[in-house]
Every structure is written in structure tokens, then in C-alpha cells.
């Protein structure tokens, strides 16, 4: 008869009995996982303080800012409601004032539709207009649809971004969302998604609501992800935009703007050794005149920049200028 030693079926045992512990993730570690959509800040780093292992961090290739960043720059922001200037490769904050106060974003909203038709949508998809688009606020911004106008989304993504046409992003919303109300909520779960957590969207096209607001920083988040498309970025370096579409008979309408970023129109010009690649425009009574840009410098480093709650077009674009101006600093 053969005899089992105690000794090393006791040292089997205890192996075993440590494998498991670190297969099964018990022993006490924990890792500090920050990230939440209810906290007042973005986007969070979730290192963990007790020890020097790591989970993969939220914000890993983002540009986070949690306080004001105004030291050394010399533009003047001092009309600029908030503003954030971001240098992407590096992550770096060039510039930050006000990045996570609650605002009115104006049409800056229609990058967030845009982004959410582009995931969403198929560029080849015909859209038909129903009642939704017949926006009657004063001074809105509008392409001028009627019941039954028929166009592609590509078409509609282009009217939307170049223009800011307010009946279009109502046609986007219903024709990718089924409902305008639906594609709105496919707009805040894409929001918290991306960690755009001070942000809630009631429309697609911005117009004023007082349960529609977002941040400049959350604003950095969405046109971040949305330049992650090809479409997205070839919109907006256009200066203007002609199409036909057709109405309910199948009769042409055409359709000739120009871009209302007033860089790409040629209007402002960018600082020596800047390249403005494009961008978004916003204004309305409640969001000020506001400015989302795509900038490179003189290597191709990409930078973007936000700007919200200027009081006027001048005093926007010369602020702007300024800032990016930084650049070269």
C-alpha cells in the first residue's frame, strides 16, 4: 500500500488556494473607477490611490481640464461666456475658462445630430419631410423644406452643417430616429456614452430650451467623436454646398449656400503659420455667438477650439484670432 505525504498534499492545498485568489480578483484590491454620469465634471482619470497598478484610464487620449487654465495667454476672452483650447496630440490645455458651465450651445447642437445620423443613418437613405420641419421662430435659420420634400441624408448632413439649417436637422432627426423625440434620446445616450455628462439635448437643432443645454467642454467631447467620421470632416471644410431635391411631385428645388463659418468663407483670416480647417457656427438670443473650430499648425498638429457667448460676430472672430494665435507662442 502506497502512502500519501501529508506534507506535500498541505503544500498542493495552499498553491491552489493562491492561484484562485488571483484568478478569481479577490485579496482586497479594488481600483477607483471615477467615471460616473452623474458626477459635475466630464471625464475622469481612474488610477487607483492605493496602488500603483491601474485600470485603463476613461480620458487616456483626451484633453482633461477640471479648473481654469488663463496663465501666459494674452488673448483677450474677456467678453467669451467659456472657452477651451485643446491641443490634441499632446493633450494639452492651451486654454480653458468656464469649460463646465451649464450653456445654451445654439446649432453647435447640430455636430451632436450629425454625429448621431453619421452612426446611425445611411448616407443613401431617403428622407421625406413631414409637418416637423415647419419651424416658425423668428429669425431661425431655415432651407426652406415643405411637406413631402424628399432628399438623401447625405444631402440633409450637408445643408445641416454648412448652412445650419433648423428644418433640416428636424428632417435628419425623424428620418434616422423615426421620431424627432426618439433621435433626441439616441442624442443623450450618445452624449453620456462619450462622457458628455453635463449635457442634455430636447432638440436636434439647438434652438432655445431651457432643458437643452451642454458645455464648452462636453461640446470638445461630441465634435471629438464626430470627426472620427470621414463625411463629418469633408462637410466641414466646405465653403458652400449647391443640390437639387425634390418636393412632393417630384419637382426640382435647388438649394446654393454659402458655409456660415465665416474662416472658410474667407471674411477672418487665421493667425500666420494657422490653417482653420472648419468647423461649426451658433448663435441665438440666449447662446451669444458661439464658434467650434478645426485648426493645424505649420507640422499638421491638430487643434480644436470652442468658444461660447460672445456678444457679437466681431468681437467672436477677433477673440478667436487671438487664441489661436496662442499657437505660435
Known amino acids: 500500500m502506497k502512502c500519501t505525504n501529508k506534507r506535500r498534499v498541505t503544500a ?15 485579496g482586497g484590491l ?16 481612474v488610477i487607483s490611490s492605493r496602488d500603483t497598478r491601474t485600470a485603463t484610464p476613461f480620458a487616456t487620449n483626451l484633453c482633461v481640464v477640471k ?5 501666459g495667454t494674452t488673448a483677450d476672452m474677456s467678453q467669451a461666456t467659456a472657452a477651451v483650447f485643446f491641443a490634441l496630440n499632446e493633450n494639452e490645455v492651451i486654454y480653458a475658462k468656464n469649460a463646465h458651465e451649464v ?8 455636430v451632436m445630430t450629425a454625429l448621431v445620423a453619421l452612426k446611425y443613418g445611411s448616407l ?15 429669425g431661425a435659420q431655415l432651407c426652406g423644406l415643405k411637406t413631402g420634400d ?12 454648412i448652412y445650419s439649417a433648423n428644418d433640416v436637422a428636424m428632417l ?13 434620446e439616441m442624442m443623450n445616450e450618445e452624449a453620456k456614452n462619450i462622457g458628455a455628462t453635463n449635457t442634455n439635448f430636447a432638440n436636434p437643432h439647438g434652438l432655445t430650451d431651457p432643458n437643452h443645454y451642454t458645455t464648452a467642454y462636453d461640446l470638445y467631447l461630441i465634435f471629438n467623436e464626430a470627426m472620427k467620421y470621414e463625411t463629418f470632416n469633408e462637410i466641414i471644410q466646405m465653403n458652400g454646398y449647391q443640390t437639387v431635391y425634390y418636393d412632393k411631385s417630384g419637382k426640382e428645388k435647388k438649394f446654393d449656400k454659402l458655409t456660415t ?6 471674411r477672418y483670416s487665421a493667425p500666420d503659420n494657422v490653417t482653420v480647417i472648419g468647423g461649426k457656427t451658433g448663435t441665438t438670443n440666449a447662446a451669444g455667438h458661439c464658434l467650434m473650430l478645426l485648426s493645424r499648425d505649420v507640422q499638421g498638429a491638430p487643434y480644436i477650439l470652442i468658444v461660447m457667448g460672445e456678444p457679437s460676430t466681431d468681437e467672436l472672430y477677433n477673440s478667436v484670432v487671438e487664441l489661436l494665435d496662442e499657437i505660435n507662442n
Open 12 to 26: 498542493y492545498i495552499c498553491i491552489l488556494t493562491i492561484m484562485l485568489t488571483f484568478l478569481t480578483g479577490c
Open 30 to 45: 479594488s481600483y477607483d473607477m471615477a467615471y460616473s454620469t452623474d458626477s459635475d465634471i466630464s471625464s475622469f482619470n
Open 67 to 71: 479648473d481654469d487654465v488663463t496663465d
Open 103 to 110: 450653456l445654451n450651445p445654439a446649432s453647435l447642437t447640430k
Open 124 to 138: 443613401n437613405q431617403q428622407l421625406t419631410a413631414t409637418n416637423t420641419v415647419n419651424i416658425t421662430e423668428s
Open 150 to 161: 424628399t432628399m438623401t441624408l447625405d444631402q440633409a448632413l450637408r445643408i445641416l452643417l
Open 172 to 184: 435628419i432627426a425623424e428620418g434616422v430616429g423615426g421620431t424627432v423625440e426618439h433621435f433626441v
Open 261 to 266: 463659418n465665416l474662416f472658410i468663407q474667407g
